[in-house]
């Protein structure tokens, strides 16, 4: 890749050094986060975004909370265990649906607890947390690059595909999910071509996904969200490939706003419908779609497009962040554990095991 999405540079004081999101195409420009309040609302406004991305970003973010509470002259045990626990759950509050966020925070505060059930003193559990944030980050890059070649193997040479909203490396903190499998194809020689959905409205799809893409030299056209289905239904697509922010346990898929009418133009072509995201998107605690928690924006971001406002005064706007599409109208779901052809919870069950 040429750029990275987000990178640590170890203290103490840490920092995380993002790539500033809400800036692209126009500028790439980089955060330099210091403090959770500062990754809180690094994430809030989406300058660091994707559901792997953030949970990483995340447990950088619970280092820098206890390399402060560490810092603070005379900090007992307990105090520097509170501030730390309340560190992850500040970050795990920023966002609702994408489930990798809670999962890292309270992976991160579970080992902060056992440090100091084990008696470590704060700098020591400080390494230990560090260590793991670590390991968090090096896990998604592996499993990107699985998903990849997991994926390519759905991509035969001279296929086009349609996808919405970034699930590319900007995404996670390695190569992508809903991308992975582009890359990897293209790397292995195949002809890949891909459709982007501009992804009102915050458009992940034209700053995001075609910025990333044309970079890396994959040709990529940019269509409105409203062209999909004809895109479909001209046959111009042989797959489409998205990311996820949460699977349930009936493998019933969240994704950014407007994947479900995707999927349903999809079915109706006969065009599969392919779903790729690491096992730290799946929530064995929910039973469905219907309970993922769906994360409401302001009204600014519909009101208007690219800074503009275009809507006249005193419209009533509703703008969900995402929607859910059922699992009967996935093909495959592609993780970085294997591949699940019609996901439902029985071969969920059987590839993550409970509590995954
Ligand atoms: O609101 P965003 O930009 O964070 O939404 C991101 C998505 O919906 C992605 O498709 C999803 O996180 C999967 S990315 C690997």
Redesign the pocket.
Known sequence: MHFKTLEWRAGPPGRLRLLDQTRLPALEVYLEIEDVEALHAAIRC?SV????A?GVAAAYGVVLGAERAAALAGATREAWLGRTLEAAARLESA?PT?VNLAWACRRMARLARASYDAGAEPRAALAALEREARAIHAEDVAACERMGVLGAELIQDGFAVLT????GAL??SGI???LAPIYHAHAAGKRVQVYADETRP?L?GARLTAWELAREGIPVTLITDGMAARVLSEGRVQAVF????RIAANGDVC??IGTYGVALAAAAHAVPFYVV?PSSTFDAAIADGSRIPIEERGADEVLGCAGQRSAPPGIAVYNP??DVTPARLVTALVTERGVVPRPDGPRLAALFGRGA
């Open positions: 989406l975004r994707g559901a792997p953030i966002r994408a919405h909203c970034n699930a995404a996670t992508g999910s809903g915050l992940q998205v990311g996820a922010d994704n950014k995201a962040a995402f």
